[in-house]
């Protein structure tokens, strides 16, 4: 369930039962010709799919991460790595406050890959009552990134994996065929501007689209898989 179609009272009769939530996390940035809000939009949707046979509360997803390497993309603001960590930390000193001691972050941006690892420094810290934190790329965890390999092995950024009904925009026409896959190496490395020369459109390589039957497949693949961990994935006390 949304939080945002809760009202207070609500979360607190939740929270005399259960103490999981679900926040997603993603990035406002160019994804080709799918919506700049792709990385939010996905995050936020495959948490709140996944979570509602539950009755699990959803944050909204954060819609800002960390996407330098996209500044020459209008419309793709970027936070500082150092930014990023701060606000999920703000964030998760707030849930814990208010009595949320399962906490499963849902990423959607590769780019926000790296604070993984402040999380767990933040579970480090001393704390009065026990708390854990998931944290889960959805698209590229196990079970997604076989469907995305059965079909195509080559896909990347801005590529038909992420060309779901609901990051289209309307009216825009899709190119036809295959995008030669850019080389990590190369993208990696490259400043803001040769980045845009790089890529031209944006996607760093395959498909643009594929049938919707395989995207769809791909798509409740990853519910599954965040329910899964949503459900199944906190470690318990021997």
Known sequence: MRVHDCNWQMLEEYLAHDD??????????????????????LA???????????????????????TPYFAAFPGSPTLRTSTHIAVLRDLLDSLYR??????????????NTPSAGA????????????????????????RVWEVVERYEKESSHGSWMENFPWTRIPGVVMPKGTKP??????????????LRRLTVDGVFGGSY????????ELWRTGVAEVRDLTENGWPKDD
């Open 98 to 111: 208010q009595g949320f001691r399962r906490i499963a972050v849902v990423n959607g941006h590769g780019g």
């Open 209 to 216: 689209e594929r049938p919707d039957d395989q995207v769809l």
């Open 20 to 41: 999981r939530i679900v926040m997603p996390i993603g990035s406002t940035e160019q994804h080709g010709y799918l919506s700049v809000g792709t990385d939010a939009i």
């Open 181 to 194: 896959r850019i080389s990590p190496a190369l993208i990696r490395q490259a400043p803001p501007e040769e």
């Open 119 to 142: 999380l767990r420094e933040w579970l480090t810290e001393p704390r009065e009552a026990r708390v854990q934190i998931l944290f889960h790329d959805w698209w590229n965890a196990p």
């Open 44 to 66: 936020e949707r495959v948490a709140v799919e996944a979570a509602e046979p539950l009755g699990v509360p959803v944050l909204p997803a954060l819609p800002f991460g960390v």
